[in-house]
């Protein structure tokens, strides 16, 4: 799902020598599709070999609302409140919660299937990156390329780089395309792990909980 920390994996794995597709099956914001839309996704996929990343959909949400309204084409901008955004079935926590339900779930219906959370590769980058090579190339990963690959894939790094492109895209790494004055529209935004806290009231933190409880989500997602 969009904003779930692909510039960063695709990132280290480019610097690892590692090149891989890359796709959002649909659930792209500038598309704004229904989930019940794009639930075909993963039949189309099923001749693949799929490295899933996904991750906290509290999270996700808080970046997706930046993207859909710093980041988009004026004519594709979401103009509401984040609160308005975070309940939106076009691109909500039941949307972004189903997308991740979706995809894990069909697991056993592709060629072969790894998943990769974006809170795994914060504790352990280096441990989760060589699992994602080693599945990707049917290789065991060099360690020195790993290490490098994370050392350039560190947070500071990724911002410092960013920052130097102004509002230039790189079409290589993907950052840039930002408003260098505005911190909330670049792609390394904040890179931490729990951060919708610092962005929703209690009102949106209850909807939250209780959405993802309905949903049975963190059941679902541990299994």
Known sequence: YPKS???WLRFMLSSAGVELLFAHAGAENS???LLEEIRDGPAKWRDWRVVF????????????????????????????TIGDFLRSPRYGL?????????WLESASHFR??????YEDLHKDAPGELARVIRFAT??????RKVRHAVDA???ENMRKMESAL????????????????????????KGKVGGWRDYFDEADAAYMDGMLQEMDYWRRVGA
């Open 5 to 7: 920390g692909r510039t």
């Open 138 to 143: 049917g290789k065991p990963a060099d360690e």
């Open 31 to 33: 598309e704004a599709n």
């Open 166 to 189: 102004g509002g230039k895209m790189n079409e290589r790494t993907k950052l840039g395309g930002a408003d260098p004055g505005d911190l909330e529209s670049l792609k390394t935004r």
């Open 153 to 155: 894939g560190r947070f």
């Open 53 to 80: 990343l996904f991750r906290d959909p509290r999270d996700t949400v808080v970046s997706s609302y930046f993207q859909a309204t710093k980041r988009l084409k004026a004519s594709k901008r979401f103009g509401g």
């Open 112 to 117: 072969d299937f790894t998943a990769v959370s």
């Open 94 to 102: 039941a949307k972004i919660a189903g997308f991740n339900l979706l």
